[in-house]
């Protein structure tokens, strides 16, 4: 079965920065999307960023420039580096995982990301 655990949320001052990380089990690491959601109160879930298994990413427009996503074959983990972090980042992000030609996502748990100002 597919399982994904991430890790790295937390409490962090506008302007500083985090890193997000989700390791997958039992998924090969080839023909996959992996990548993070995010939902703040009241607001519509958002895609924040993908990479594929073919190094091909994605990113929301109000984090360009701002978020980098990479993914470690060998590790079967993909990381999102969040820097110049703002109050508007703000929100539960979840990582998932979802096959090439599948419409079905895997979640992971969610982690927790609050930028003061």
């Known amino acids: 079965q597919v399982r994904l655990v991430e890790s790295g949320g937390g409490l962090v001052q506008a302007g500083g920065s985090l890193r997000l990380s989700c390791a997958a089990s039992g998924v090969s690491f080839s023909g996959i999307v992996m990548g993070w959601y995010r939902q703040a109160p009241g607001k519509q879930r958002e895609l924040v960023a993908s990479?594929?298994?073919?190094?091909?990413?994605t990113y929301a427009d109000s984090v360009k420039g701002r978020f980098t996503i990479s993914g470690d074959n060998a590790k079967s983990t993909v990381y999102l580096q969040m820097n110049s972090l703002k109050p508007e980042d703000t929100a539960d992000y979840y990582c998932?995982?979802?096959?090439?030609?599948?419409?079905?996502?895997?979640w992971g748990q969610g982690t927790q990301v609050t930028v003061s100002s």
């Open positions: 990479v594929s298994s073919g190094g091909i990413t």
């Open positions: 998932y995982c979802r096959l090439f030609g599948s419409t079905t996502n895997y």
